[in-house]
């Protein structure tokens, strides 16, 4: 099947420093990625909808200054959480359909700020 | 707009006993569905999926699903469990009709198999 990555898989940073999260789709291409936060225990929340060579689509609720999103190519998305701060912990997932009826996952990014 | 909803929390199941998760969907066309698991610290794979025919969908790991359209369920069952399959389950569904390519997730559903 096809597989999406993520880099990096775990991170720790201090208060008010920035984190750069890559989403790769590896063996197909992706026109548009989905960036979701998950809390311990609950559901996926969409933050974002990421299409290549435009900008970003966000969510209610989030602060598009904080959670940069840059879709460069076909196949990379980054995330950047700019000014972290310890609510920001959290586990970030990202996907891509691979066609109209299939999405794959990445394998997450679990954020700590310190 | 799309909507899913499963009712359980947690669910317990004796190793070797048959499981159901269950899901209840609600969209404006006809849906399609979809059965992910987690298990702790990753990302969400794939189980199955229902797009059109049979109703009875056979997915990964000796898991199925059946769509009832009349009462807009789409549970996911095996018929003898594993202390492996003890995980969260989520049910997701995506509008045919709908603009957004988007899934929508339920809250999810904690299966844990007792050995």
């Known amino acids: 099947g096809a597989v999406v990555s993520q880099h990096p898989s775990r991170v720790i940073c201090k208060s008010g420093t920035s984190v750069k999260i890559e989403c790769r789709s590896l063996?197909?291409?992706?026109?548009?990625m989905f960036w979701y936060r998950q809390f311990p225990k609950q559901s996926l929340m969409l933050m974002a909808t990421s299409n290549e060579g435009s900008k970003a689509t966000y969510e209610q609720g989030v602060e598009k200054d904080k959670f940069l999103i840059n879709h460069a190519s076909l196949t990379l998305s980054t995330l950047t959480v700019t000014s972290a701060h310890p609510e920001d912990s959290s586990f970030y997932i990202c996907?891509?359909?691979?066609?109209?009826?299939?999405?794959?996952f990445g394998p997450g990014t679990r954020l700590t700020v310190t | 707009a799309q909507s899913v909803a499963q009712p359980e929390d947690q669910v317990n199941v004796a190793e070797g006993n048959p499981l159901t998760v269950k899901c209840t969907y609600s969209?404006?066309?006809?849906?399609?569905l979809f059965w992910y698991v987690q298990y702790p610290n990753r990302g969400l794979q794939f189980l199955l999926k229902y797009i059109t025919g049979d109703n009875l969908v056979k997915g990964s790991y000796g898991f199925e699903a059946e769509f009832n359209k009349s009462q807009t369920s789409f549970h996911l069952k095996k018929p003898s469990a594993l202390v492996s399959d003890s995980a969260l389950y989520f049910c997701a569904v995506r509008d045919m009709l709908g603009s957004a390519r988007q899934l929508t997730f339920g809250s999810g559903t904690q299966l844990t198999v007792l050995p």
């Open positions: 063996d197909f291409q992706a026109t548009t």
């Open positions: 969209v404006s066309g006809n849906p399609y």
């Open positions: 996907s891509a359909w691979t066609s109209v009826y299939e999405q794959y």
